[in-house]
């Protein structure tokens, strides 16, 4: 068995999410798209939801999870904090 961590967890929720890199997030915004998420489809079906697209469209996947763990990046404390506005290349 895998054991997510919290930050694995809300990366695949914001992953899942209808949050676009264009809509130039906000700290607030990018939480609220995690727990609409989560309540939605459980953290299974949020990692379910990024497998697919994974396997889908590799390419485009790839690309919105570096967007994704970029706004998920560590501060200096070894705690997670949001970035507002990181956009996806």
């Given at each position: 068995m895998t054991?997510?961590?919290v930050t694995?967890?809300?990366c695949e929720a914001l992953f899942a999410s209808a949050l676009q890199p264009s809509d130039?997030?906000?700290a607030a915004m990018v939480a609220e798209a995690i727990g609409w998420t989560?309540?939605?489809f459980?953290?299974?079906g949020c990692a379910?939801?990024?497998a697919q697209e994974f396997g889908d469209?590799?390419?485009a996947a790839a690309r919105r999870m570096r967007w994704v763990r970029q706004l998920a990046r560590p501060t200096g404390?070894?705690?997670h904090q949001v970035r507002a506005g990181a956009r996806g290349r």
């Open positions: 054991w997510l961590n694995d967890a809300r130039s997030p906000t989560l309540r939605q459980g953290a299974g379910g939801r990024m469209h590799p390419d404390g070894g705690r």
